[in-house]
């Protein structure tokens, strides 16, 4: 997409790219609009989908005019005003049409704020910060509603976490890649000759008994996995158990970035990435890192 125009004051917006998301923002004034999903991203220790539990039909007011969307394919569509989370103080411009919104100066930070409050005491998980040139973020994935329902002072029942942890390239690998562990579900489905989707063979016996590996580009993966670093690197977190608790996760790899899953655990989880840099972590940026200098990737 080319540079958008600042909804707010008409100047060219910036786009400001991370591994996970590309934000555009205005540096004259400070706004910041979001794609549809970028919302959700920014605001990595809330679990649950924030962008759906804010947009209601109310009628909702700030301080700013309406504005249209900054999103070309949206021609200046009026956008409306939502309300985060539909209980907080904070109102956002959002566009019905392509789902994105625009936050003016300071309402990241004061939906920051906001979050915080909803989180008290569970913030810690929370993590998105960059380790040695990689994107490392950490998400509790549970379900958002447990959350609201403590503002109006409710118990709420227990939820369900799981922990993810992932860690980004630096860039794109570009294969149309998707590794992950092979569970004895799949393993059984692949006996019976049911399994859809291509399942490219490395010719390492372990490796390809403890992962599914698939993708668009099956020469250049297997020339990638033929490299020896990159075997034992997989194979050693399957078989080392690397875990943060008590429970196996799984890992799962695709061309942006190596996602570690663990859980469901019943009640709250957390997981400390700064404090606990040794286990996981660690485990995955040596994963990373061995991918990215076994491929080059022209950019
Ligand atoms: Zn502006
Ligand atoms: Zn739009």
Not at 95 to 124: V, Y
Not at 207 to 234: A, P
Request: glycine share 6%; hydrophobic share 30%.
């Amino acid at each position: 997409m080319d540079q958008l125009i600042c909804p707010n004051c008409k100047s060219k917006m910036d786009k400001i790219k991370h591994p996970d998301i590309t934000i555009d923002q205005c540096s004259n004034c400070g706004g910041t609009f979001l794609e549809k999903g970028e919302l959700n991203s920014l605001a990595t220790g809330m679990a649950g989908d924030i962008e759906f539990c804010s947009v209601d039909q109310e009628f909702h007011t700030d301080k700013h005019p309406y504005r249209s969307c900054p999103n070309p394919s949206c021609t200046g569509k009026t956008m409306r005003k939502i309300n985060l989370l539909t209980c907080a103080d904070t109102v956002f411009d959002y566009c019905d049409r392509c789902e994105g919104f625009f936050l003016d100066k300071g309402e990241i930070q004061q939906m920051n704020i906001e979050l915080e409050q909803l989180t008290k005491g569970e913030s810690a998980e929370e993590f998105r910060e960059y380790i040695d040139g990689h994107l490392v973020r950490s998400d509790r994935i549970a379900d958002v509603r447990t959350v609201r329902s403590g503002l109006y002072g409710q118990t709420s029942a227990t939820p369900v976490d799981n922990l993810r942890i992932s860690v980004y390239f630096k860039n794109s690998l570009n294969l149309g890649l998707r590794i992950y562990s092979e569970k004895w579900t799949y393993k059984f489905v692949k006996l019976i000759g049911l399994f859809q989707k291509q399942d490219i063979q490395v010719g390492n016996e372990k490796l390809d008994s403890l992962f599914i590996i698939q993708g668009s580009n099956e020469d250049e993966i297997k020339s990638l996995l033929s490299k020896y670093e990159i075997q034992n690197q997989l194979i050693e977190f399957k078989e080392k158990n690397f875990k943060i608790y008590n429970k196996r996760g799984t890992l799962e790899i695709t061309d942006k970035r190596i996602i570690y899953t663990e859980g469901p655990y019943t009640g709250n989880v957390k997981y400390d990435v700064k404090e606990n840099r040794i286990g996981v972590v660690t485990k995955m940026l040596n994963i990373a890192n061995a991918f990215e200098s076994n491929r080059v990737v022209v950019t």
